[in-house]
């Protein structure tokens, strides 16, 4: 199973409403998680369940889609928003894939 | 607190063998299932391997299979991951990450919910 990401690299203001898209080649249900990667550091859980917020996680992040299109959305972007996020398929887990990844940098 | 540590990379010559580890803490090791992921520089993230709670079953990557294997020591609450024939391609940041499932919705989610810092392999001669 492919997953693509869109766009690859945004620019946006702190306080902008943000949303990346992920389509996967083949309906994965909701089995979808979505990733934060700053640099230098190990990536850290956002949502499962492809619209499931992780315990600790801010609740301007949320996750919608199910089958093949996704979206991850910031509604109020914060400085320390600025990473690199990735979406996981576990439909064919454990055998997962990530998609390729967005980069979300400071205009 | 709920914690995982790799070590063991370094530099090796290609066709050369690296064993890296992942030590656990704050969580009930033996209970869980176990991913290592890699990141070439610049690069996304690449699922490498899985091991199964208690050791039962394993997968691959395609692109490791035949040359890596995943293992695991659950009375030293340690994950491996034994790196042999590698190539270039291999250099990475190797990271292991805990799995962990979910019931909902009437059915079952599984994610990755605590990542390692990582350790980094290069290979070259």
């Known amino acids: 199973i492919q997953l693509t990401q869109s766009p690859s690299f945004l620019s946006a203001s702190v306080g902008d409403r943000v949303t990346i898209t992920c389509r996967a080649s083949?309906?994965?249900?909701?089995?979808l998680a979505w990733y934060q990667q700053k640099p230098g550091k190990a990536p850290k859980l956002l949502i499962y369940?492809?619209?499931t917020l992780q315990s600790g996680v801010p609740s301007r992040f949320s996750g919608s889609g199910s089958g093949t299109e996704f979206t991850l959305t910031i509604s109020s972007l914060q400085p320390e928003d600025f990473a690199t996020y990735y979406c996981?398929?576990?439909?064919?887990?454990?055998?997962?894939?990530f998609g390729p990844g967005t980069k979300v940098d400071i205009k | 607190q709920v914690q995982l540590v790799e070590s063991g990379g370094g530099v090796v010559q290609p066709g050369g063998s690296l064993r890296l580890s992942c030590a656990a803490s704050?969580?009930?090791?033996?209970?869980?299932?176990m991913h290592w992921v890699r990141q070439a520089p610049g690069k996304g993230l690449e699922w490498v391997a899985f091991?199964?709670?208690?050791?039962?079953?394993?997968y691959y990557a395609d692109s490791v299979k035949g040359r890596f294997t995943i293992s695991r020591d659950n009375s030293k609450n340690t994950l491996y991951l034994q790196m042999n024939s590698l190539r270039a391609e291999d250099t990475a940041v190797y990271y292991c990450?805990?799995?962990?499932?979910?019931?909902?919705?009437?059915?079952?989610?599984?994610?990755?919910?605590?990542w390692g810092k990582g350790t980094t392999v290069t290979v070259s001669s």
């Open positions: 091991i199964r709670y208690d050791g039962s079953n394993k």
């Open positions: 996981q398929q576990l439909n064919s887990y454990p055998k997962v894939t």
């Open positions: 704050g969580f009930t090791f033996s209970s869980y299932g």
């Open positions: 083949q309906g994965i249900s909701s089995y």
């Open positions: 990450a805990k799995d962990h499932g979910i019931a909902a919705r009437r059915n079952y989610y599984y994610y990755m919910d605590v």
């Open positions: 369940a492809a619209s």
